[in-house]
Every structure is written in structure tokens, then in C-alpha cells.
């Protein structure tokens, strides 16, 4: 049981890394128009 | 609706009218058209390669977008004191602005429009926002100019809105940034604590001593920033209330957390007692993520409407002061000061209010009065800024600019209206009230009998209180609820813009409606074409649309919409006469259409008998020559699809229909007749409206009031609930409680079909909170709970309140939507969604 004492606190480093991970999403603007890429990525190509 | 693509047009899906001939080659086949509109953008979609939006959107454009502006007004654009307040310059002639797009209805569109604007030279990057409609464009100035930018929008078919001024990141963008960076910290930390948690309550005491301190401690570390920063607004809130001596909603919900904390914290450090560490985390997860969905659809239904309210011009065209030949400047409307002199060319907006000093036209000031018709405009004639010149070129001396002005008036007897409405919601705070003080004063009650009883339990029977009384489900039960019908809403395309709306639309007793442009489609439509002569029905409407090819007129639009689109006749010499119609020559002979009374000075007999049978509420307009009455064509304001369907549901629901209308007498009884309304009123001021409206609230009525016109912009305050025709005028979204974006009538019923199932739903989730509040409550002050449930019954019962208000989402409406399919996207079908 003593690897908790590692697996613990690393879980908590973890939890803050995807918290800034989603700081850095959030304010590149990642959030903005969560509808328009969804779309975007269907009608990329021409259709000539 | 099941129509197939041979009857409805292939752009805009509406039926294709008898007798039009408009059609456009794409993808290798003649599509049927309805109008020259819709022809003229879907030939600019297959000229630039862009078929592949019909296969890809699937929400149908918006009607009525194809009236587009004149080159010469975007032109107005490329001047710099125009572009400032929205155009930021950067270095080498780079330019950016964001622009407003009306008409984005699905990801198709924002498709069409970032390759159209791509492959213009000098366009250097186009980014459109599909949630916010706004198109993010770079250009060049050197190469491209904004107005060949706007050009290729507009014929697209989208309109341009507005501009988003450049100061700056708005500040609701970075409020919406905060709100869910506060609510992913609190998920985030949720999530983990809970895995924390875990373990202490599968072992069921197993757990050694030490471990079950290091997962305490873990929670902790985690628990700190959802306290610090995801929680804030719940303390400052409850310090605000705490400050002004009153109880809020808020005020529990701190103290639940606040109190909940500081025992786990303390229980951690001494390693006594229970922590309810998950139960925070949770708590502010659930309560953050039902506030954050509220405020987004709010916001979004907010910001629809700012886009509505820039109403008159940018750009006004002034007369140099003293210039010998007559020169025009284009100035900056807000520039223009009360004695200029302006031209209006016809088409354009009247950028102030002013006296006509030279010119003969008609004015369309159906936005400001409600009067359909357009106004015949001679010298010493008072025009209105935000009404629109129809037929010639005026010279105007600007009389009122800035908040003097008829629309500024306007807009502040709209603020005076809103000023006085009643709040239903204020009530509902106060008895909220009084429960929060007196469940504090309880937990604090049962802390005080406890003291005595067992000191020791006191402090955590009172978290127990505090924690299973569950402010979370009394303070989720009504926004959950409003933020799944808002949603619900939101998808049959209607906004709600206050909170109150849903509320008082279930309460309502009286549904008003205002004619032009509610039930009826607030334009003129041709209804029939009466031969008098020998020339058939198909050549008489060909020779009355040559003779209307010019003019900007609504009874020339309405025959130009319905007539074909290459005449087969060309008229010469055509001569307008303002007021009374329009003169030509025709294959040598001259033809004139107009008033009878104009027709008949041509055909030298007197008007023709056949008038008797036209009935008062239609315009009837008269076609001859000189040898006599060619034909009688008839106008009128077509009744709205689904009108009478949903006059009659109102009925079937018990509300009393009401029809007030700036229109004629006349008009307004016809269309109430037709529509089976008992109560009508026509020739209706905005004052009378008031009065009118005053007089059923006077009776104990809740007025639901349905306008769209900006005179119906105060009484669409005065009313308890309003709601606004999207379609419709700028000025009324911005008072309305919620916006119809959709052109169908039969929303509304579905918008009353919701706005009862929410009351039912915030009924049983209230129902649901304080049954379970006298029974939790008991149990916990009698310190029967263990922490463990309490804790768990508080999740459980904000999980049902949630789950509850879900169900509103899922109300079925019947929705008329494309197939995607390569053969023939014209194709719809229903489903049931």
C-alpha cells in the first residue's frame, strides 16, 4: 500500500496539469463556437 | 408538408406560386425557383462552385432576405469616418472587422460564406462563428474594398447586420470564459475527490487510519480550489444579500459549504468526524452547471437582439452647403446636424427625421406607424429617420437628429413602459426568503438543543441539518427547469429573453396580437388579376409588370414577384407619377396602371363597375390604354400560414384572442373575420394600444401581447409577457421576454405547450424538494442521518430535480427538415423529433 503514497499526490499533479490543459483550450478561444467545427469538418472538400 | 421538389422551390423550400417560371441549372438539372430573390442567390451559388451547400445544410434559409441592398449603399461603407468605429487598421492597409450575419442557419451557410469570401482577391482570412453568427474578416484595403466584401454576402442572400465595434474582447465573451473555467475546476475536482472518496466507502471502515488520512488529505488539496474560486460567486452573493439585511437563495447555499468545509477541514486536521469533501465538489458542480446553462441561453437570446437595434443608416448622402452645381458628400449619419440637407435615393433609409424640400416620392414607414401602405411624400411633407424612400430621389432638410428624434421617442416610451412592469418574480423571492431564514434559524435551533443533549454532535448534527436540507435542489428546482425549456425553445427557434417570460406565458389570459406582420405576412401579395378587355390573364400581368419593372413601389414588388421573369413586353418612356401611378409606352400605344381614377383619365370612361366587387380591405390597382380597361389587378396582405390554426388552438386553450392594428378599420375586421378573432381594434395608435392593453390588465387580465412593429414596441412593455416576431422590426426584440426567430406561426402554440409543461415540471421539482426537506430535515435534527446519507440523499434529490427538468427537452415537435440526399435535397419530410 505504500505506492499510494506516491500514486496520491501524483493523481492531485495530474488533476492540475488537466486543469491548466483546459485553461490553455479555454483561452485559445477552443470554446467559442462549439457548433461550427462540427460542421466544418463535413464540408471541407469542394464540391465541384 | 410532404412537398416534392417540383412545387417547392429549391432554394428556400417555400411552394412555388402558379404561373412563375424562375429556374436555375444546378448540378446538372433545372431547379424550380420561387421568386427572382431567390433565383438571383442561388445562380450566384452555382456560378462560384458552392452547389455542395445543398447538400450539406440542413435547415432551410430565411425567407425575405432577398431584397438586397444597393451597391451604392455598401459603397457608403469604404468611407473611413464610417469603417472607424468597427474596422481596426492594422499595418501594410490590413484590415479586420467582425460582421454581424442575419440569415446563418446552419453549418452549411457558414460554409457558403467563408469559401465565397476566400476566393475574393484580397481577402486575407474569414473565420465565421456558428453559434454567434459573426463572421471574423481580413482584407487588403489595396486590393478589395469592405463593399465588394458586403456584396458578395448579400448575394449569397445573408444580410449583414452590423458591425461589432473593436474595443476590445467583449465583456460577456469574458464572462463566459470565467463561468466555465469556474465550472470545469469544480468538475475536474469532483471527479477526482469522488475517486477518493471511493475507497472509504466500499471498505466500510477496513481502510487503516493512515490511508483513509492521505485520501482526506488528497481531497483536500482538491477541495480548496473549488472553495476559493468555483464557489465565489456563491459568497459574494450571500456577503451582498448579508450586507443589504435580506435573505437570498445564495445565503444556504454558503453557508452549507462554507459550514460543510470547515468541519471537513477540521475533521482532516484532527482526524475525527466525517468529510464531506465529494459532497462539496458535487454540490458546486451541480449548481455552477445548471447556472452556467441558464446564463448561455439567456445570453445568446440577448445578443440576438442587440444585433436588431442598429436601425438607421451609417451613411447619409449630405449637400454641400452653397456648391453652385449640386454636389453630395457622403458623410457619417451621426454627423448630421438639425438644417442640412440630404438626398434620399430611392431604395434607402431616411437617416433623421426632416421636412421634403424638393422631390415627389412615397415613404414606407410601416416600420414606425404600422401603416402597410406606403405614404405619398411631396415638398413641406415631414419624413420619419428609419423609414424607408420608396420610388424617387428627396431632398430632405434634417429637422431632429440623436435622442430628439421620432425613433429615439419611441425607444424611450418603450423604456418608461418597461420601467413599470410588474415582476411576478419578486414575489416568488421574497417567500424564498422567508424559507432560508427559517431554515437557518432551524439548523441553528437544532445546533442549540443539541448543545445541551450531546455537545459533541452538535456542530455535525448541524452540518447534517444544513447539508441534507439541500438548498441544491430548492435553488436548482426553477433554473433547471427554465434552462431545459429555454433549450427546448431554443430548438423550435424561440428566445427568451427574461427570466419571468416562460412564467407568464403559462398565466396568460389574453393573447394579443398586432396585425401587420404577425398573422399576416406584413407585405403586399398580388391575389388576383381580373381581364376587363380582350388580353388574357398571363398578358395582362406581363404588361403590368413591364410597366413596374422600374419601381421600388410594394405593389410593383408584389407584381414583379409574381410575374415572370422575362417579360415579354418592354415598356418605354415610363413616367412615374408619385401617388397615382405609372405611365409608358407599349408597342407604340400609351398604357397606364394605377389608381382608377389615374386609369381612367387615360381611357377616357368613367372608373370601371367591376370596383363594386373588390372589397375594402383589398387594393385594387387599374390597368388601361387608350382604348379602354386592359385589366384590374388586386393586392392584399395574405393572412400567414398557420394563423388560423393557431388562433383557433388559443381558443381550445381558453385565452381570449385580441387583434389591434395600426391598419384601416376595414383591413383589421376582415382579417379578424377571417380568422374567427371576436375582439378587434384597427386604426390603433400606439397610445390606444397602451390604453387598450391597460384597460384588460385593469380586469385582471395577464396580457401576452404578439408585435413586431417598433410602434408596438411600448405596448409590447406595458404587456406581462411579449413576444416578437423575429421577421419583424429591429427595435420591438429589444423590449420583447421572447423573440419568435422562426417565420412560423405554429411555434407559438408549441412555445405555450412548454411554457405550461415547465410550470408543471418546477411545480413537481418544488413539490419534490420540500417533501423531501420534511422528511430529511427531521431525521438530521433528530441526528438519526449519518453524514454518509445525508451527503447522499443531497445528491440524490438534486439528481432528481435535475432529471426531472431534463424531461422538458425532450418535448416532441414536429419539424419540417431536408433529407441530405444528392438526387433532389429539395425533398422534405416530418418527423417526429
Redesign the interface.
Known amino acids: 500500500m505504500d505506492v499510494l503514497y506516491l500514486l496520491i499526490p501524483l493523481s492531485i499533479v495530474l488533476a492540475f496539469a488537466a486543469g491548466a490543459v483546459f485553461w490553455w483550450a479555454l483561452h485559445g478561444g477552443q470554446f467559442e463556437d462549439l457548433e461550427g467545427p462540427a460542421h466544418r469538418i463535413l464540408t471541407d472538400e469542394d464540391h465541384l | 408538408m410532404s412537398t416534392a421538389g417540383a412545387s417547392s422551390c429549391f432554394h428556400c423550400g417555400e411552394p412555388v406560386p402558379g404561373g412563375t417560371r424562375f429556374s436555375v441549372m444546378i448540378d446538372g438539372a433545372l431547379r424550380p425557383m420561387c421568386c427572382a430573390g431567390c433565383a438571383a442567390v442561388a445562380s450566384t451559388i452555382a456560378e462560384h462552385?458552392?452547389?455542395?451547400y445543398y447538400?450539406?445544410r440542413s435547415e432551410l434559409p430565411q425567407r425575405d432576405l432577398a431584397d438586397s441592398p444597393l451597391t451604392e449603399a455598401l459603397a457608403a461603407y469604404d468611407i473611413p469616418a464610417v469603417q472607424k468605429p468597427f474596422v481596426r487598421i492594422s499595418a501594410g492597409g490590413i484590415r479586420q472587422a467582425a460582421l454581424l450575419i442575419e440569415g446563418i442557419t446552419?453549418?452549411?451557410c457558414?460554409?457558403l460564406i467563408e469559401?465565397r469570401l476566400r476566393r475574393l482577391d484580397g481577402v486575407l482570412g474569414v473565420a465565421?462563428?456558428?453559434?454567434?453568427r459573426r463572421a471574423q474578416v481580413e482584407w487588403d484595403d489595396e486590393r478589395i474594398r469592405l463593399s465588394a466584401i458586403l456584396r458578395a454576402i448579400a448575394d449569397l442572400g445573408y444580410r449583414t447586420q452590423g458591425f461589432d465595434p473593436v474595443t476590445g474582447e467583449s465583456a460577456a465573451?469574458r464572462e463566459r470564459?470565467v463561468m466555465?473555467?469556474r465550472l470545469?475546476?469544480a468538475g475536474?475536482?469532483m471527479m477526482?475527490v469522488m475517486?477518493?472518496a471511493l475507497p472509504a466507502y466500499l471498505a466500510d471502515g477496513d481502510l487503516?487510519v493512515e490511508?483513509e488520512q492521505?485520501?482526506r488529505w488528497?481531497s483536500l488539496?482538491?477541495t480548496i480550489?473549488v472553495i476559493l474560486w468555483s464557489a465565489a460567486p456563491f459568497f459574494t452573493s450571500a456577503w451582498r444579500d448579508l450586507y443589504a439585511r435580506r435573505a437570498g437563495m445564495d445565503m444556504p447555499v454558503a453557508l452549507g459549504i462554507a459550514i460543510a468545509f470547515a468541519a471537513s477541514v477540521w475533521a482532516t486536521v484532527s482526524g475525527r468526524g466525517e468529510v464531506y469533501f465529494d459532497s462539496i465538489a458535487m454540490f458546486v458542480f451541480l449548481l455552477l452547471g445548471a447556472r452556467y446553462l441558464e446564463t448561455m441561453a439567456r445570453a445568446r437570446a440577448a445578443e440576438s437582439q442587440q444585433r436588431l437595434v442598429r436601425h438607421t443608416p451609417a451613411v447619409a448622402e449630405r449637400l454641400v452647403p452653397g456648391a453652385a452645381p449640386v454636389a453630395t458628400e457622403r458623410v457619417a449619419a451621426v454627423q448630421l446636424v438639425a438644417g442640412d440637407l440630404v438626398r434620399i435615393a430611392p431604395g434607402s433609409i431616411v437617416p433623421a427625421d426632416g421636412v421634403v424640400t424638393a422631390g415627389e416620392s412615397a415613404a414606407d414607414e410601416s416600420l414606425l406607424t404600422g401603416e402597410a401602405r406606403a405614404v405619398a411624400k411631396r415638398a413641406g411633407d415631414a419624413v420619419i429617420g428609419g423609414s424607408v424612400n420608396l420610388q424617387s430621389p428627396l431632398t430632405v432638410r434634417v429637422t431632429q437628429v440623436g435622442p430628439e428624434s421620432v425613433l429615439a421617442g419611441i425607444v424611450r416610451l418603450m423604456d418608461r413602459a418597461q420601467a413599470d412592469k410588474p415582476y411576478v418574480a419578486q414575489i416568488a423571492d421574497r417567500i424564498a426568503q422567508w424559507f432560508v431564514a427559517v431554515l437557518i434559524v432551524a439548523a441553528c435551533a437544532t445546533a442549540g438543543a443539541w448543545w445541551w443533549i450531546d455537545p459533541q454532535r452538535a456542530l455535525w448534527v448541524m452540518v447534517a441539518v444544513l447539508v441534507v436540507s439541500c438548498p441544491c435542489a430548492l435553488s436548482l428546482a426553477t433554473p433547471a427547469a427554465l434552462a431545459a425549456a429555454t433549450g427546448a425553445l431554443h430548438r423550435l427557434g424561440i428566445l427568451i429573453t427574461r427570466g419571468h417570460a416562460l412564467e407568464t406565458l403559462a398565466r396568460a389570459t389574453h393573447v394579443v396580437f398586432d396585425k401587420t406582420g404577425t398573422l399576416t405576412q406584413g407585405r403586399l401579395t398580388l391575389i388576383g388579376v381580373i381581364p376587363l378587355g380582350a388580353r388574357g390573364r398571363e398578358s395582362c400581368l406581363a404588361l403590368a409588370a413591364a410597366l413596374e419593372c422600374g419601381s421600388e413601389h410594394p405593389i410593383a414588388r408584389a407584381l414583379l414577384s409574381a410575374a415572370p421573369r422575362a417579360p415579354s413586353v418592354t415598356a418605354t418612356q415610363t413616367r412615374n407619377y408619385p401617388g397615382q401611378g405609372i405611365e409608358a409606352t407599349v408597342d407604340g400605344g400609351r398604357v397606364r396602371i394605377g389608381s382608377p381614377a389615374f386609369a381612367s383619365e387615360l381611357a377616357r370612361r368613367p372608373v370601371p363597375p367591376e370596383l363594386v366587387y373588390v372589397p375594402d380591405a383589398v387594393t385594387a390597382v387599374t390597368l388601361a390604354d387608350a382604348g379602354g380597361y386592359i385589366a384590374l389587378l388586386t393586392f392584399g396582405d395574405m393572412l400567414r400560414a398557420g394563423a388560423h390554426r393557431l388562433v383557433l388552438d388559443l381558443q381550445a386553450r381558453g385565452k381570449a384572442v385580441c387583434l389591434l392594428s395600426g391598419d384601416r378599420r376595414a383591413t383589421v375586421a376582415h382579417a379578424a373575420h377571417a380568422l374567427g378573432v371576436e375582439t378587434a381594434l384597427g386604426e390603433a395608435g400606439p397610445e390606444q394600444k397602451l390604453a387598450f392593453v391597460r384597460d384588460l390588465q385593469a380586469q385582471g387580465a395577464v396580457v401576452a401581447m404578439v408585435g413586431d412593429g417598433v410602434n408596438d414596441a411600448p405596448v409590447l412593455a406595458q404587456a406581462q409577457v411579449s413576444i416578437a416576431m423575429g421577421g419583424g422590426t429591429d427595435l420591438a426584440h429589444a423590449s420583447a421576454d421572447m423573440v419568435l426567430l422562426a417565420d412560423d406561426l405554429g411555434r407559438l402554440s408549441a412555445a405555450f405547450d412548454v411554457a405550461h409543461d415547465t410550470m408543471r415540471i418546477i411545480r413537481q421539482n418544488l413539490a419534490w424538494a420540500a417533501a423531501y426537506n420534511v422528511v430529511a430535515i427531521p431525521l438530521a435534527a433528530a441526528g438519526w442521518i449519518t453524514p454518509l446519507a445525508a451527503g447522499a440523499g443531497m445528491a440524490m434529490s438534486s439528481l432528481a430535480v435535475v432529471a426531472n427538468a431534463l424531461r422538458l427537452g425532450k418535448i416532441g415537435v414536429r419539424v419540417t427538415f431536408p433529407i441530405f440526399s444528392t438526387g433532389s435535397p429539395g425533398y422534405t419530410v416530418e418527423k417526429l423529433l
Open positions: 462552385g458552392l452547389t455542395g447538400l450539406n446552419c453549418g452549411a457558414a460554409w469559401r465565421v462563428n456558428l453559434a454567434a465573451l470564459r466555465l473555467w470545469f475546476v475536474l475536482a477526482q475517486m477518493y487503516t490511508v492521505l485520501m488528497a488539496t482538491l480550489p
